[in-house]
């Protein structure tokens, strides 16, 4: 059965709650040197609404869900204190990954973006040797976002595997495409697993990979799934093996993506949440970010000066919140009409 969405507040609670910030990153990721959220404070904590500005309301929906679950109802209880997680590695030259991975301190396993847009394979494999180079013996994995073709993919991550690879995340768009890598790389030998992370969360139906064979992992990120509560029963229902990874998040919506984590019965896979690092500055006085390459769970309180001072434009503030009405509207029941 599937599990039931949060009870939505009304509209006025959520405006009464809200904060909208821009923060500047340290170097671009998803093509933007600035993020922008939405944050909601409720009676629960915070809770953070970012879907990416080319989402539409619908998709968006389940990005307030998430955020309303963690304001207005809480996590459930955790199985585990301590998160591992990943260092993150964007489409960086080669010679800029030392920095890169300087800011997330001791570092076991380490995921790197492939397949930019502009960007070669020969670009693709110079920042995995400098990974490499820089961590003889940490777990690398690639995440390509889609951005192959079959026969593309093939190609690179043969050419790849021979750093080491532990998997290739969403190294082709769809889930027939996932199926046809993973097969041409078991029959040719090439030890690469195949994880589906978009296949998951922009799915209608995001079990499909699981019952298509398309891949041996599944990377969950709660905010697209619509919630820790829905993203669990998605994992249970999966029968694979789970990454919990974020969606670019302050360290409010890492908060949901560590309850996930630490929710979880299995967790074999250190968790893309490292990603505040990325960040210039974070919106709370103690970030969520990696110590010895975990993260401790807590909870992330926004703070009032850090809101203040990266808040958005006047402009960027009510292109948000009138985004937030219109989404709001889609989770909560309408009056029936009178004509």
């Not at 079990?207 to 820790?228: F, T």
């Not at 299995?266 to 103690?286: K, M, Q, W």
Request: with cysteine.
């Amino acid at each position: 059965m599937p599990t039931p969405q949060p009870t939505v507040p009304p509209i006025e609670e959520l405006l009464a709650g809200a904060h909208v910030v821009s923060l500047p990153m340290r170097v671009k990721f998803r093509g933007i040197m600035e993020r922008e959220s939405l944050l909601l404070h409720g009676p629960a904590g915070w809770g953070e609404f970012c879907p990416f500005p080319e989402y539409g309301d619908a998709e968006a929906s389940r990005w307030l869900s998430s955020a309303v679950e963690a304001a207005w109802h809480g996590f459930p209880a955790p199985l585990r204190s301590v998160v591992p997680v990943n260092a993150t590695v964007p489409a960086v030259p080669a010679d800029r990954v030392p920095e890169v991975l300087a800011r997330f301190g001791r570092v076991d396993a380490v995921k790197v973006k492939v397949a930019e847009q502009g960007q070669t394979l020969d670009d693709d494999a110079a920042r995995l040797a400098a990974v490499r180079s820089a961590l003889p013996e940490a777990a690398v994995r690639v995440d390509a976002n889609g951005g192959w073709d079959v026969p593309t993919a093939i190609e690179a991550l043969t050419r790849l595997a021979g750093v080491g690879l532990e998997y290739a995340e969403q190294p082709v768009p769809t889930i027939d495409g996932l199926a046809e890598v993973r097969r041409a790389l078991r029959e040719a030998g090439t030890p690469v697993l195949i994880a589906a992370d978009e296949s998951v969360r922009k799915e209608s139906d995001p079990l499909r990979v699981a019952r298509a064979g398309a891949a041996d992992l599944i990377v969950v990120k709660v905010a697209p799934l619509g919630g820790v509560r829905r993203a669990l029963d998605i994992v249970a229902q999966a029968g694979l093996p789970a990454v919990v990874s974020s969606a670019l998040d302050t360290s409010v919506g890492i908060r949901a993506g560590l309850a996930l984590a630490a929710a979880l019965p299995d967790l074999p896979y250190a968790c893309g949440l490292g990603t505040v690092s990325l960040f210039e500055s974070d919106i709370t006085t103690d970030p969520l970010v990696a110590d010895d390459g975990a993260i401790r769970l807590r909870d992330a309180a926004a703070d009032a000066g850090l809101l203040e001072r990266y808040a958005a434009s006047a402009e960027r503030r009510d292109w948000w919140l009138a985004r937030l009405r219109r989404v709001h509207a889609l989770l909560t029941p309408q009056p029936p009409s009178l004509t």
